[in-house]
Structures are given as C-alpha cells and as structure tokens.
C-alpha cells in the first residue's frame, strides 16, 4: 500500500501548524529519499515519473537507484552520488550539481536529515535579465543602516527582481516592520508598516533560522503529494520545495501576490529580519540565483554587524570616559550618598532619563522630571515587596500600574537599580509617556474561522484579508529602554561598588600597600642618585689626568677623552635631577607665605648668563606673594624660568615675561617666552621623566625639570598648566593665597 504523506491541522493557534512536515512538495521540484545507511529508496514526490521513466512507481520502495539505470542513470552517474557516502557525511549540509535528465539541464541537490537522504531536482533556468556589476559587494564601504538595506534591495533587484521586495526586521515581541523597500511604481508602499508576530509565527522563525533561503513559486499552483509505504512524517525543513502551509497559501492570496521569496538576515547567530520579495504573477527563481541572492544577504548582513559592532565600541569608550569623569566626582567624598547628590545630573543623563531619585533611608532627591516625593514613596514601597532583582527595568510602568498607584505621564517607563535593599537605598529613573501609534498592516487582531480539510471541519486562525492601514495608538508606555541606556545603569552600579564607602577600607589597604611601594621606588631613586655620584666624580678626575698626560700631537685622543667628560658631566646632572625628583615627593613640607620677587630676579639673572645670549630679555613684572615652601618654590622658578631663557635663546630678539595676578583664593603666575614652542602631537607627554620634545635636542637637557615641576606643584596644593603655539610657549603656575 502506498502511503500520501498529507498532514491536516486540527488546532486554533498558527503557532501550533506542523509546517516543517506538510506531506507535499511545490511543484517545481521533485524529490527522492533514500535511507542514509542502506541507500533503498523510502519515499519520493508523485511527479518523479514526469521525468524519470518508471513503469511502477510501487516497485521503487526498498530498492536502490542502481537497480534501475534504465531510470536513474544520469543520477548514478554525476559525481555526487558517486561520493554519496562522502557528501552526506554531516547532517543539513546542501551539496549541488547539475544533471541532464533527458534533452533538459536541472539543478541536483543533496543533503542528509534525519536518518534520509534527500535528492532533489529542479530545472535550470536561465535569467536573461540578471546585472551583476562590480560594486556589488560594496556593503562594507556603508555606514548608515538605512543605506545598507537600500542598497541589498538594490543590489538584489539585479538578480531576482520582484515586483516588491522589502527588509522586515524583527521586533522582540516577534512582530515586525518594514524598515527597506524597493517596489513597482504602482505599487502600494508597505514602508513602515508594523506585522503582528502571529503573521510570522515562532515556528515560521525557527525554520527561517535553519533553512535560509524560501521560495514559493505559484500559490495557486497545486502541490505535489509525497509516497511512501510508510506512515512515518518526513521533515522537509532543508528541502527548496517543501510545500507551503494553507495558510500561508492563504494569506500570500489575500495580500495580492501569487510568489513570493524570502532570505534571512542572521546577526550573531539569531534571526535579525528577512528579506521578503513579493510578485504579484507566478515567478520561480533559478536555484543559483536564490543561491547568490543568500550571500549578498549575508555580505550585508556581516557588514551591519560589523559597522554596528564599530558604534557600540565608539559608544562603550565615550560611556568609560564620562564614567571615568564621574569617578573623580565621586572620590571627592566619604559617604556615597554625597557622591550621589553632587553627580545627579549626570546620573540622569547617563541611561537617557527624563528624571532621576536618589534615594536613601527616608530622604529623597531628585533630579530634573520625576512623579512627586508622594508617589515615589509608593513606587518604593511597590518596589520593595513585588521585586527582587537588583536592577528592574519597565517602560510600560504607567499601563501596568498607573491606577494601582496613582502614577502620572511622568512615571510611564522606570529603572530602579536598588543598592542596599536592607538601607532602602536606590537609584529610580523616570521616563514621561511617549505619545506612540504604530500602522499595522491590517488590523491585527486574530479571528478564528472555519475551514474545511478533506470533508472534515477544523477552527484555526484566518489569515487577513485586508492590508489595509491599521493605526493604534499605544498609551501608558515610554520610550524603550535600550541597551546602551542598560548598559549605562550597569556602569553606574559598577561605579559605585568600586567607589562606595562600603568598599573604604578595602580600598585604603590598597592604596597604603601602594603608597609603601612607591616610597620604596622613591627611596632606591634617592639611593641610586646619590651613591653614583662617588664613582662619577672618580671617573671624571681620572679622564682629566689621563687628557692632561696627553702629548700635544694626541689630538684625536684628547678629543674622545673630552667626549667622555662630557659624557659624565651628562650623567652627573641627570642623577642630581632624578635625586631632585625623589625629594620633591620625600622631603618635608612647610607651607608659609613666601615673597617670590627677589628669588625670581636672583634665577633669571643666573639663567641670563647660563643659557642666554646677550640679546636676552627678561621682563619682571608683578610679583605677589604665594603660599608655599621655600625650597621646593625655588626650585620651581628655577626650572620653569631656566627653560624659558634657554629655548628662547636662539631668536633674533629673545624675550622672557614673568607676571603674577591675584585670582580669587589663587596666585596665577605666567612664564612666557618667544622660544621653540612645543609640537601639538607631543604635548600628552610634557609632564613625563626623561621626555624631551624633537624640536628641543639641539639644547642641553635630559627632560626631569618638569616632571619635578609637575611634583612639586600638586604637593603644595598647586597646580602647572602651558598655552604653546609656533610663537613660543607660555607655563601657568597657580598657587594657593597666603
């Protein structure tokens, strides 16, 4: 007895349709299935006899193709089938061929799936109106999602060129929209347009996320059973031809097209939408173009995903920054709740809210638009006894419990992020009501009809019969809550993990262990410094004997003697300057107010005779007092004013101007000069040891004096800062007012 394979639906849902085991095939394709170990024919599509000569189709079963060459030949003899066992060595992988069975060419594929092999056929069509040009595979020279999208339309239209192709991406409820189009001109637009999630059901999804290129040639075409001896379902969710459900069939009809052809878009492993192209008369597309369409979508889609993966870095790097700048605000502060008032703008801003509370215990504090003190009150206690997550989201807070708790437009969405449950303290943010529509493309509610299968009655959803414009008006509900503004939460709650007082002592045995480390640096950078100094002075009083032994005709050898010198001399000053650094963080402080006039005369006078030419000017102008250590004061002048005579010195008309104003609680000293100037592209490293700008070798230096600056500076509670152009370079020293 032979067995058709036909499955009838006896449910309501659409979810619930066996889609993937129909029982037919679409009549362009025709099907073999033999058994994957003992390769005897198990069942096959009705209209194999339409191009194979069989006599009796019932005497296929449990044979193999070889024992009819009169009828397979062409199949036996391609070089598929010749490797059989090779080609189907893993489950669902397609392998392609191509065959003349009689005086026509067809597409042969194969694949194994569940304990079959399935050969299919189709005939080779050629495409007289396919462009392919070179710039097809442009899509990662785009940037802008809406661009890419147009231009897989684009591109996609020179292969298979429906009357309407559109990107229908997939929201997270399962619905989805119409974000790409490409159509005939008379055409109506579907640009926009919103799908329920029933229209593409979670079986459809899943089927499109394992079997990635659809095709339904005629839907008024009749089908093609499926025969077997056996009663056993055969999936066909990998076979091209696998015949449509009723009632999709159905709702292709009711929408005015008679094909229609679907790609997914997959990004990241998950079904991100689909391409889906619609013609309103009967077109199959040949099986290499459907094939060639398929990588285009996936050149597209790879492209999306990278450029999408660039935004999100940009996007992460700009959130660490201003976490980063928040993080300084919050260290100012010994209790997190101080750290917390003081941010709350920032706070606000950081996940995209409307409004933010802080609360903490009894007290709150808000920031920019937010329910009253009275109402917040209730979303706490609500909070308190109907979550437990440490983070709740909701951006239909106002539908959901908008009468329960008396909430206004300001509290639609919320995110609380709840930091000490046991101390009631946490962090609500607030989104207003977002006057939102979204136009269905039909009205989108299910109805439930009667249709008839094979005599028998059965109630199952019916597809719409109207496309037309359905606007709803969506109230209660935000903005959506998306992942940058999670992640934005995210960043604060690890913010004030890492910085909150809880965290205090933890945190003050690292930065003691720290502080003990850098003291033993600075302590080996002292002894270092210092101990050299005996064998330096050793080496330099030898080398002058050994010069002054010397006969007058030893002129090359005085000279690499006189460059050792001055290579000690080099050393000499280098270690006195790191024994300088050292000290500007080890030695006592005393703050007192110093008078800075005759001690800036005294080291401009000297710079003048060290590093000038008697062209150079130093002017003086106010000098008031600081607040500082006598020392450490001089030893800044001494390095600011030093290099400002010295790399101004090789000008035509060299010129230093020293000024100090009072400024608030502050003293603004300003060391300028008309010197060298320093490269744009090396100003990040001006404060680093041993850091000498390119343009400043051709002066003596070894690049500590401003690292000693910068040291000493923020010791005394000051600060150094620079303006530089090509017109010479400007040091800002503040101090503190006496």
Same mark, same amino acid.
């Given at each position: 007895m032979i067995v058709r394979l036909t499955r009838y639906m006896n449910f309501v849902e659409c979810h619930e349709e066996p889609i993937h085991i129909p029982g037919y095939i679409q009549s362009f394709g025709y099907l073999i299935g033999i058994d994957a170990e003992s390769h005897s024919i198990t069942f096959f599509s009705r209209n194999i006899t339409d191009i194979f000569k069989i006599e009796r189709v019932d005497s296929l079963f449990g044979k193999e193709l070889t024992d009819f060459p009169e009828s397979f030949q062409q199949i036996i003899d391609s070089d598929i089938y010749v490797s059989l066992d090779r080609f189907t060595r893993r489950e669902n992988e397609t392998y392609f061929d191509k065959i003349f069975i009689g005086d026509k060419e067809y597409h042969f594929s194969v694949f194994k799936s569940g304990g079959f092999i399935f050969l299919e056929f189709e005939e080779v069509l050629i495409n007289p109106d396919k462009r392919i040009s070179n710039k097809y595979d442009n899509f990662y020279g785009i940037d802008n999602a809406q661009e890419l999208w147009n231009h897989l339309l684009e591109t996609l239209a020179k292969v298979v060129n429906y009357d309407r192709m559109m990107i229908y991406k997939f929201m997270m409820d399962g619905s989805g929209k119409v974000i790409a189009e490409k159509k005939n001109d008379e055409m109506e637009s579907f640009l926009g347009l919103h799908y329920p999630e029933s229209d593409i059901p979670k079986q459809a999804r899943q089927l499109y996320l394992r079997k990635r290129k659809r095709i339904f040639s005629n839907v008024h075409s009749d089908t093609v059973p499926l025969l077997s001896k056996s009663e056993e379902h055969i999936d066909l969710t990998f076979a091209a031809s696998r015949g449509m459900s009723p009632i999709h069939g159905q709702y292709l009809k009711n929408s005015g097209a008679s094909s229609s052809f679907s790609i997914s878009i997959i990004i990241d492993d998950h079904l991100w939408g689909l391409v889906t192209c619609q013609n309103t008369e009967p077109k199959h597309i040949d099986l290499e173009d459907r094939v060639q369409a398929g990588i285009f979508t996936a050149l597209a889609a790879n492209a999306y995903s990278s450029f999408k993966s660039k935004s999100?870095?940009?996007?992460?790097?700009?959130?660490?920054?201003?976490?980063?700048?928040? $993080?300084?605000?919050?260290?100012?502060?010994?209790?997190?709740?101080?750290?917390?008032?003081?941010?709350?703008?920032? #706070? $606000?801003?950081?996940?995209?809210?409307?409004?933010? !509370?802080?609360?903490?215990?009894?007290?709150?504090?808000?920031?920019?638009?937010?329910?009253?003190? !009275?109402?917040?009150?209730?979303?706490?206690?609500?909070?308190?006894?109907?979550?437990?997550?440490?983070?709740?989201?909701?951006?239909?807070?106002? =539908?959901?419990?908008?009468?329960?708790?008396?909430?206004?437009?300001? %509290?639609?969405?919320?995110?609380?992020?709840?930091?000490?449950?046991? $101390?009631?303290?946490?962090?609500?943010?607030?989104?207003?009501?977002?006057?939102?529509?979204?136009?269905? %493309?039909?009205?989108?509610? =299910?109805?439930?009809?009667?249709?008839?299968?094979?005599?028998?009655? =059965?109630?199952?959803?019916?597809?719409?019969?109207?496309?037309? #414009?359905?606007?709803?008006?969506?109230?209660?509900?935000?903005?959506?809550?998306?992942?940058?503004?999670?992640?934005?939460?995210? !960043?604060?709650?690890?913010?004030?993990?890492?910085?909150?007082?809880?965290?205090?002592? !933890?945190?003050?045995?690292?930065?003691?262990?720290? $502080?003990?480390?850098?003291?033993?640096?600075?302590?080996?950078?002292?002894?270092?410094?210092?101990?050299?100094?005996?064998?330096?002075?050793?080496?330099?009083?030898? %080398?002058?004997?050994l010069l002054g032994n010397l006969t007058d005709s030893s002129e090359k050898s005085k000279h690499k003697i006189n460059t050792i010198i001055e290579e000690i001399d080099n050393m000499a000053e280098m270690m006195q300057d790191v024994l300088q650094l050292s000290r500007a963080k080890h030695s006592d402080i005393q703050l007192e107010a110093m008078k800075t006039e005759m001690t800036i005369r005294k080291i401009s006078e000297n710079a003048k005779l060290t590093y000038g030419n008697p062209e150079s000017e130093v002017v003086i102008r106010e000098c008031p007092d600081v607040l500082a250590d006598k020392t450490m004061l001089h030893q800044v002048f001494l390095n600011i004013i030093n290099n400002a005579v010295k790399y101004s010195s090789h000008r035509e008309h060299p010129k230093v101007e020293i000024e100090g104003t009072e400024n608030g609680e502050n003293v603004m000293y300003r060391i300028s000069d008309n010197g060298i100037g320093i490269p744009e592209e090396e100003k990040h490293k001006m404060f680093k040891i041993f850091n000498r700008m390119d343009n400043a070798k051709k002066f003596k230096g070894n690049g500590v004096g401003l690292s000693i600056v910068h040291r000493i500076m923020k010791r005394i509670g000051g600060n150094v800062d620079y303006e530089s152009n090509k017109e010479g370079t400007s040091f800002i020293l503040t101090f503190k007012k006496p």
């Open positions: 999100e870095l940009n996007y992460r790097l700009e959130l660490n920054e201003r976490v980063s700048q928040l $993080k300084i605000k919050f260290l100012k502060h010994h209790y997190l709740s101080d750290s917390l008032i003081e941010s709350k703008a920032e #706070i $606000k801003d950081l996940p995209e809210a409307d409004g933010v !509370a802080i609360v903490s215990d009894e007290h709150i504090v808000t920031e920019g638009v937010t329910p009253s003190v !009275a109402v917040i009150n209730t979303i706490i206690q609500w909070a308190s006894e109907n979550t437990t997550d440490q983070i709740y989201v909701n951006r239909s807070f106002l =539908k959901n419990h908008g009468e329960e708790l008396g909430l206004s437009e300001n %509290a639609a969405g919320i995110i609380i992020y709840f930091i000490e449950r046991d $101390k009631n303290e946490m962090l609500i943010w607030f989104r207003k009501e977002f006057d939102e529509h979204i136009d269905w %493309a039909g009205n989108p509610e =299910k109805k439930i009809e009667v249709f008839s299968y094979n005599g028998e009655e =059965k109630q199952i959803i019916s597809p719409r019969t109207s496309f037309r #414009i359905f606007t709803e008006n969506i109230k209660g509900h935000s903005k959506r809550w998306n992942s940058r503004n999670i992640s934005a939460v995210h !960043a604060i709650r690890d913010l004030i993990l890492e910085t909150s007082h809880k965290n205090y002592n !933890a945190v003050k045995r690292l930065n003691d262990e720290l $502080k003990k480390v850098n003291e033993e640096l600075d302590s080996f950078s002292y002894t270092i410094s210092h101990d050299l100094g005996t064998p330096l002075t050793v080496m330099k009083l030898n %080398a002058q004997m």
